[in-house]
């Protein structure tokens, strides 16, 4: 390791600065006299590679170092010593740039968690790249953050979002979230929460489910579209955490009123009255809901219609993925042709529509083309079909009613359909497309997917994995009375 900056010569000090701004201007100049503008006998000498292993080596060896910094941590009683080249880190730290602007020698003081990664951001801050593992990535980009390196921190987010899927024992998206609502990234923390919503139940049996913030927890339970296999589902692992956590009776309560109990059969309900320890200690703040529950299945949807408002969440199911709401579908080599299939769901949630069924006829084409893109005849001979390439074509999935009734008065149906992809050995959901009634079809659906390709991402062992699922949601007809 060299010997502490503070003494070196001035002229030693600044002859390393000049090699080091050297060095990088003589690469610079050799990227630009390649582009010769067309001339045939133009070449690219790229020595980048040599490039970066010498400034590995100034790193490594402490070669001409004109600063030094020593990273304090409460971890350990020896400071971590650096020596380092006040250019380099100028160049990618306005905070070094600063810190190194009057004096050579710079103490840092580091909790442990970014100490430990302190080697890692200084080789970044002269090679321009480093590798990180899922509990690395938190503290790289407080390092980021802290010394302003905007660079790396949009490529510790970015790394962030990417891996949302990954595995890891003890997870990682809740932890994530949280760091994102403190630091205010708010891409970072949208997409946290969006894999929570359309993954919630591989969460809710994992072991980040205990670290859900409150006020993570009530976000999620006013979202429409978590998937999960049953509201009952929901209010158990609701359950749990509320017995783990122990919150004030206020939060408690705040989060039962959030279970949406019409979602849960009249059965189910009288089980969880009976059974459920939290339920009976905050009967007071939910009697009412589970009263109107009760009223819900007992009555039919136009009468309690004329009584109640069914247009507001509680009564707006979430997607739910037992066999009663809808049905999966896994098509095999859907680059091929043209597949149709259909299933059968319940009317409504409440139960006084239990026992009527909706048949639902499926098809999709994973080539379908938009009319501007279809073969055109002409009277001309020169030109009588419009050439037309198979990869102008889109997939396209189209949900209709195989029937119609009276009973469908008064209910109309969302329809949405998740698109599972496989993740580190898990399959996931990537994408959610919802529509209404008015529409037989999601106009984006796989605008994007090259289903073509064996390699897709969204294809499972050549096979596209769909889940459809038909929410049935219930209008007034008739004014609520007062």
Known sequence: ?????????????????????????LTVQAAQKADFSGDSTAATINHSLTL?????????????????????????????????????????????????????????????????LFEKFIRYLYCGGVSILLHQAIPMHQLASKYRVWGLQRGVAEYMRTHLASESSQGHVVGWYHYAVRVGDAALQESCLQFLAWNLSAVLGSAEWGSVSVELLLLLLERSDLVLHSELELYTAVEGWLSRRQPEAPVAERVLRAIRYPMIAPSQLFRLQ?????????????QDLLFQAFQFHAASPLHFAK???VNCSMFLPRNYLAPSWGSQWVITNPARDDRSTSFQTQLGPSSHDAGKRVTWNVLFSP????????????????????????????????????????????????????VGVRQQGRVLVKHAYSFHQSSDEAADFLAHADLQKR?????????????IIIKPVYHSLIKVKK
């Not at 001035?10 to 060095?23: I, K």
């Not at 009976?274 to 007071?284: D, K, T, W």
């Not at 279809?374 to 009277?379: A, G, L």
């Not at 050439?387 to 009276?406: C, F, H, K, Q, Y």
């Open 52 to 116: 970066l292993q010498r400034l590995q080596e100034l790193l490594q060896n402490g070669n001409s170092s004109d600063s030094v910094l020593r990273v304090r941590s409460a971890a350990s009683d020896e400071p971590k010593v650096f020596h380092t080249h006040q250019l380099l880190l100028s160049l990618q730290s306005e905070v070094f740039e600063s810190l190194l602007r009057n004096q050579s020698v710079v103490t840092l003081h580091e909790p442990p968690e970014t100490a430990a």
């Open 307 to 309: 009584y109640f408002d």
């Open 1 to 25: 390791m060299a010997r502490l900056t503070g003494t070196r010569p001035v002229a030693t000090r600044r002859w390393g600065c000049a090699a080091a701004f050297l060095l990088l201007l």
């Open 274 to 286: 009976a059974q459920s320890a939290v339920l009976a200690r905050h009967r007071g703040a939910v």
């Open 367 to 418: 080539r379908w083309l938009p009319v501007s893109l279809r073969p055109v005849y002409s009277d001309s001979v020169a030109g009588a079909i419009q050439p037309v390439r198979i990869e102008d074509g889109r997939p396209r999935l189209v949900i209709t009613p195989a029937m119609s009734s009276p009973d469908f008065a008064g209910v109309s149906f969302q329809k949405t359909v998740l």
């Open 455 to 467: 390699t897709s991402e969204y294809l499972i062992d050549n096979s596209l994995h769909l889940h």
